[in-house]
């Protein structure tokens, strides 16, 4: 069991609003990243947020946003959800140091299905 | 830019079998490598990590991973297979900007059969 946790677990929404997902990182780490993970393929990145700027973003369009908060949580917001959108969406943290890779902890993820 | 190959989509073995899966990374720099374990529905639990130094790394669960620069690859190996082993195995590689930024494979499916 890692310290990361993620809510909800599940969500149903409508195609067009707007969800957001949150995520409690593990203890004493600052980076906080996000991934979308669509039924029977890889995680892919999202973005990531380092000491509460964000800190690299994949191929996401504008309406998946972020913010970190101080004490390092962190939320995911999608916008205009669409159909596609629907997948399961993992949050996972770690200790950046800037001088080079760390290990990161996964949580359980939230599972948003766009109806 | 960086990028990971799982060319097995599936793959089934008796339990007590032995098991590899292969991994093929594409990267500029050096690489900084993992595997992940994923059961149905959960989270992703980490295997093993590759950053420097020997090649050959053991992981949790009886799991090791060989890197070998000459071949892009980092395969994960374990001796003999258990039920519980069941699962969806990622490789990823990690692009460590202030923290890890994940390119993830595809996944391998493990099915083990009694």
């Known amino acids: 069991e890692t310290g990361v946790t993620q809510s909800p677990t599940h969500l149903i929404k409508t195609r067009g609003q707007q969800v957001t997902l949150r995520c409690s990182s593990q203890?004493?780490?600052?980076?906080v990243s996000w991934y979308q993970q669509a039924l029977g393929q890889g995680p892919q990145f999202i973005f990531q947020?380092?000491?509460?700027?964000e800190n690299g973003r994949g191929n996401f369009p504008p309406r998946f946003s972020g913010l970190q908060f101080p004490n390092y949580s962190s939320e995911l917001n999608v916008n205009a959800l669409e159909l596609d959108d629907s997948a399961l969406y993992l949050c996972?943290?770690?200790w950046g140091t800037g001088r080079g890779p760390t290990e990161a902890f996964f949580g359980q993820g939230t599972r948003l299905t766009v109806v | 830019a960086q990028s990971v190959t799982q060319p097995d989509i599936h793959i089934t073995v008796s339990e007590g079998a032995s098991l590899e899966l292969r991994c093929n990374y594409s990267?500029?720099?050096?690489?900084?490598l993992f595997w992940y374990v994923q059961s149905p529905g959960q989270g992703l639990q980490l295997l093993l990590k590759?950053?420097?130094?020997?090649?050959l790394v053991q992981g949790i669960k009886g799991f090791e991973a060989e890197f070998k620069r000459s071949q892009s690859s980092f395969n994960l190996r374990k001796p003999s297979v258990h039920w519980s082993d069941a699962a969806e195995y990622f490789c990823?590689?990690?692009?460590?900007?202030?923290?890890?930024?994940?390119?993830f494979g595809t996944g391998t499916s493990l099915t083990v059969i009694p």
């Open positions: 996972a943290s770690s």
């Open positions: 990267y500029g720099a050096t690489p900084y």
């Open positions: 590759y950053f420097s130094g020997d090649t």
């Open positions: 990823a590689v990690a692009n460590w900007r202030g923290g890890n930024q994940f390119y």
């Open positions: 203890s004493g780490h600052n980076t």
């Open positions: 947020y380092y000491r509460e700027e």
